[in-house]
Every structure is written in structure tokens, then in C-alpha cells.
């Protein structure tokens, strides 16, 4: 005879917080964002959330069509994909290489690893130009991490987060891109279940469940949810990196 | 001249909750489930997830190695894969087609149309047994979901769980394999941005971020959380499926 009980064991916070719209136009930093949130009252173990977004647009990584000289490719694939030829020059240049064309949106692999559709190039949340991810993620997410730590002498972690699309299944999830200060990828390996037998293949994509929660809360059109705290959320605060989260294509059955 | 301020917006609570550890053995039903979760103050707009395992376990839907015939194929495969012949038999009893074959794992196509590493069948947080997924995990969330409702008279959500790995990331995340009484698919196209611009193409898999999100408190060993409460998800109450998540082969340009 099984009892009958049910208990709290654990409780996990989301904080959607709203900010001043920004745009690419303003000239605005990372220390700003770091002000802002440090005004909020963090708590130590808090995971800050952000919208590569708002990070682009802060490290004025956005590109005015104008400035754009599309090459012939681009022009090509352009017409294919019913994009504009723009577009299709920053897709190409922020990538390393062309995975698939599918109907209306090419998958690259990016230059800084993420395969994902558009080299996550869009034109969503931003005024008038056309914006790449950030440069180098993992550099933001230090840079805002160590920023915030600084200011509020709270220990914390910090992802940037995009949403992606995948193979197989429907509908964009968030992932994260940039990780400091917190686990992004989690081994569990060598643990034990419920029964005390070992786990045999468990790596946990922890820093993008993390992104898909804060998701929930900052949507994708004009909630102006760009940053989330999540708070007392069960995981490791060890160096983890939005890299750690990228499988290498030689490692990838669906690149060979 | 941006002003500054933060405020927060919206916030979102994830409760998990620990009950008795069940095993296949134990001759219990979804039933049992449904009681246990009506004893906690549920919130009309609470979303229910459970994790899978749980729902195979209750509805006693467990293979014993020793049932298991394996074929010649099963074998040869077993060899290759260093797994047991019996597990992979099972594998392919619940595939419809063979993906890919990796470096110790399947990737097929369940009978339900889920993509994933050995048709998600797994011998952890069993006792002793080889477990597929659900038979009808849709057919289940919406059982539980109903017999929560008729004894608690909330109106609520219910997502049954599993996680799976994807190309080109590392790790496993969260997602919906069913679902009842609450948006899985969310289809945002025609909404607007922050600067007015009308969103082109989001869709977005708002059944898995709430399983991500869940999976955080769920953990994979021992946690021994197989339920987790989420109050005040900004998400639609609509009649969502966790087959409206799976991307038909057709439409995806990674299988064809």
C-alpha cells in the first residue's frame, strides 16, 4: 500500500522586469543595463536573464540597410527566399557556413557556432536596421555579470538568451547564447535515480531551460519584458558558457 | 536622453512538489495522480507538469526484459549500440522509422511522431523494467486534467514532460509530449513589436519552455520532484496538444 502524501519540496521565482524602450539610435552601453539592474534588489544566487536583443541594440551591433553592398549571392538567394538583398548579406556575413535553404529562411551555422535559422539575423524590437547577434555573447554576459557584482556585491549569473527554432519540432524555444557565472551545461552522469542506479547519458541543457523559462515571461513582440530574474533556481554556480551549449559538427549525426 | 528605471512587470512561480516514490510494481492509476495533486491548493490558471515517467509508471505501461523477444536485427543492432537486445527490441516496437543511427544511441521516429533518442524509452527511475513513452500522452494530460478539475472545480492546464536532446546543441532539455487546457503551440504572427512592426514569423513552442522551465525543479535522478506547479504563466488557455509541437517529416528540410 503506496501512502498518500504531497509536499512543497521547492519553490523557483520569475521576475519579469521593464525597462525604458530602447533604440539602436540611443547611445546607450552595457553599463547602463548594469545600472538598471543593479537598482533592483537582487539577491545572492539570482540568475539574470536578458534579450540578446537589448544587448545588440546596446553595443550598437545593428547595421543600417544603407550600409549594406549585397554581392551577387546575395541578390540570388534573396529573390529565392523572398527576403531583401540586405538582409541576406548580413545573414551571410555573420555565418560560416550555409547548413540548409528551406522555404524562406536559409540555416547557417554562425560565426560564432550557433546553427540556427537566419544566422539569427533580424529586424524584430529594433527601430530601423537590421541586427546581427551580439559579437561575442559569452563577453556580454561577463562583462554585464562582473558589472552587476561590482555595484551590488551580490553573487549572481547572467545569460543572454535568443529564441531558435529546431529540427523535428514545431515553434521557437529560448536558448542561451552567452552564460557567466552559472552552469550552462550540466553533467549528471554517474548520479543516481530514484532506485540508486546510475545515470548513463545525462547532460542537461541547464543555461537553456533557464532561457526557455525567462521566454515564458518576455514573449516576443512588445510585452518590454527584456530582463527576468530567475530566482532560487536549483543549479551549479560554476563557470558555465554559452559555448559549452554548442555541439561540434563533428560530434553532430545530423551534419554527417 | 533615455530615462532609467526598472520595475517588475509580471511574476511567474514555479512549486515543485515531491510525493511518494511509486514504483512500476505498485498497482496504482492516473487516478491515484489526480488525487494526490487536488490535496494541494491548486489556482484556477495553475499548468500541472509531470514528468513522463510517472505517468508510464501509474499507468502501468512497463516492459519486463523478460517479455521481450528480441528479433535477429534487434541483436545486431544491440552489438553495435552496446545496449541490451531486449532495450533495443523495445526501441523499435515503439519506432515507426530509424532516423539515424549514432554512437550508442537510435535517433527514430516514434509511433506517436516524436523524433528522439531511442524512442525515448529508458531503464532510469524504474525499478526494475524497460520503459517506453506513454501510450497517448495527449490521451493521459487530458484524463488528468479533467479528474483534477471534477474534484478541485479549478480550471487548469496539464503537461506531461519528458526530455530529449537536439541537433546541433548540447544536452537535453524539457519539453511537451502532452498536453490539455493550455496553449502548446502559441502562434504570434500579426503581432507587433515594440517599435510597431508586425512580427513575420514566431511561433512559439510555449508548451516546451513550461516543460523546460518545470524540468529545472524535476532535475533527472533523484529530486524525487515528478510534479511541478506553474502559477501565473502569461500563456493562452487554448485546446493545445503536444501533437501540435511535432514538426511532420514533410515540412522539416533536416529529413528531407
Known amino acids: 500500500m503506496v501512502e498518500k502524501y504531497i509536499k512543497e519540496k521547492r519553490r523557483m521565482e520569475l521576475i519579469g522586469l521593464e525597462i525604458p524602450v530602447i533604440s539602436e539610435d540611443d547611445n546607450l552601453g552595457i553599463e547602463y543595463l548594469a545600472d538598471l539592474i543593479s537598482s533592483y534588489p537582487l ?42 538583398p540586405e538582409v541576406v548579406q548580413v545573414i551571410l556575413d555573420q555565418s560560416k557556413e550555409i547548413v540548409k535553404i528551406g522555404n524562406g529562411f536559409i540555416i547557417t551555422e554562425t560565426k560564432h557556432g550557433f546553427v540556427c535559422a537566419n544566422s539569427g539575423v533580424d529586424e524584430s524590437n529594433v527601430k530601423d536596421a537590421i541586427k546581427p547577434l551580439p559579437e561575442d555573447p559569452d563577453r556580454s554576459a561577463s562583462l554585464l555579470r562582473k558589472m552587476i557584482e561590482r555595484k551590488t556585491g551580490k553573487k549572481i549569473g547572467v545569460i543572454i538568451s535568443d529564441s531558435m527554432g529546431r529540427p523535428f519540432r514545431r515553434g521557437s524555444c529560448g536558448v542561451a547564447i552567452g552564460v557567466s557565472g552559472v552552469c550552462a551545461l550540466w553533467d549528471r552522469r554517474g548520479e543516481r535515480d530514484l532506485f540508486n542506479k546510475t545515470l548513463k547519458s545525462t547532460e542537461v541543457a541547464i543555461g ?24 532560487n533556481a536549483p543549479v551549479p554556480f560554476t563557470d558555465g558558457m554559452g559555448k559549452d551549449l554548442i555541439r561540434r559538427k563533428e560530434e553532430d549525426v545530423f551534419r554527417n
Do not use: F, H, Q
Not at 536583443?53 to 553592398?69: G, M, P
Not at 537553456?208 to 530566482?231: F, H, Q, W
Open 43 to 84: 539577491k545572492d544566487g539570482d540568475i539574470v536573464v536578458v534579450a540578446e536583443t537589448l544587448i545588440s541594440k546596446l553595443e550598437r551591433n545593428v547595421i543600417k540597410k544603407e550600409d549594406v553592398k549585397p554581392t551577387p549571392l546575395a541578390y540570388k538567394l534573396a529573390e529565392k527566399l523572398g527576403k531583401s
Open 208 to 231: 537553456d531551460e533557464l532561457a526557455s523559462a525567462a521566454s515564458i515571461l518576455m514573449g516576443e513582440s512588445n510585452e518590454g519584458i527584456p530582463v527576468v530574474i530567475i530566482r
